[in-house]
């Protein structure tokens, strides 16, 4: 039972153009989402994060969306350089609940020059 | 810098060998957690230290244990590794429970031959 779900493994995109990843989840009780940034062998970088409080958080060239009623968040990158060729995770809490994240499976994200 | 260490970064173990995996962390943060990663899927989360309480998944195998002799360190045991545990572990940390985002090590790759 996978409460957060990344279907896209893998996105390319040009450079200076907008990248768009995508997360769905389940379970109604998260409250908090968070993206992070993951390059080969080092650990995933926590980027940015959004409270279910609000639908847009913005940090710069990336901006979280998130849609409760749909149960789904994005994340936009704009313009998109190649040093953000990464594997992208989008992870989940409930507050309250130990602060447990559950993550997606992640999608690759290619930006070429 | 503050950080989350992991040693090593690559372990290999024999089937049924005991294997100790380390993480310490300069941000003195209240809560340390481990996480098994396997190829191409979502970090799992395996337990968690918040302070000296230990907070156990339900669905960790009892193969899986953890220590935390004091707030800057954390060890993973594998009581007898299996083929299948093979995986990337990952360390992380956070100033509280339930709140706020983690962070994490670079990671230790266990290979079981």
């Known amino acids: 039972d996978q409460q957060v779900k990344q279907n896209s493994p893998s996105l390319s995109v040009q450079e200076g153009r907008i990248s768009i990843l995508n997360c769905d989840y389940t379970n109604s009780m998260f409250d908090y989402f968070l993206w992070y940034k993951k390059y080969p062998a080092e650990g995933p970088t926590f980027l940015i994060s959004i409270s279910s409080i609000k639908d847009k958080n913005e940090d710069g060239r990336f901006t979280v969306f998130l849609n409760k009623s749909a149960k789904h968040l994005s994340l936009h990158i704009v313009p998109s350089q190649p040093g953000d060729s990464a594997v992208y995770f989008c992870?989940?809490?409930?507050?309250?609940?130990?602060?447990?994240?559950?993550f997606g499976q992640g999608t690759t994200l290619q930006v070429k020059p | 810098d503050a950080m989350v260490i992991q040693n090593p970064r690559y372990q290999v173990t024999q089937f049924g060998k005991p294997v100790t995996l380390s993480c310490s962390q300069t941000?003195?943060?209240?809560?340390m957690y481990w996480y098994q990663q396997k190829s191409s899927q979502a970090p799992k989360l395996l337990f968690h230290?918040?302070?000296?309480?230990?907070?156990n998944e339900a669905d960790t195998p009892d193969n899986f244990q953890s220590r935390r002799p004091n707030t800057s360190f954390c060890f993973l045991d594998i009581r007898s590794p299996g083929l299948g545990d093979a995986a990337m572990y990952l360390c992380a940390t956070s100033r509280d429970q339930g709140v706020g985002e983690q962070y994490f090590g670079p990671g230790t790759r266990l290979t079981v031959t």
């Open positions: 992870a989940a809490s409930a507050r309250g609940n130990t602060g447990k994240l559950i």
């Open positions: 941000l003195n943060h209240n809560v």
């Open positions: 230290y918040y302070d000296k309480d230990f907070n």
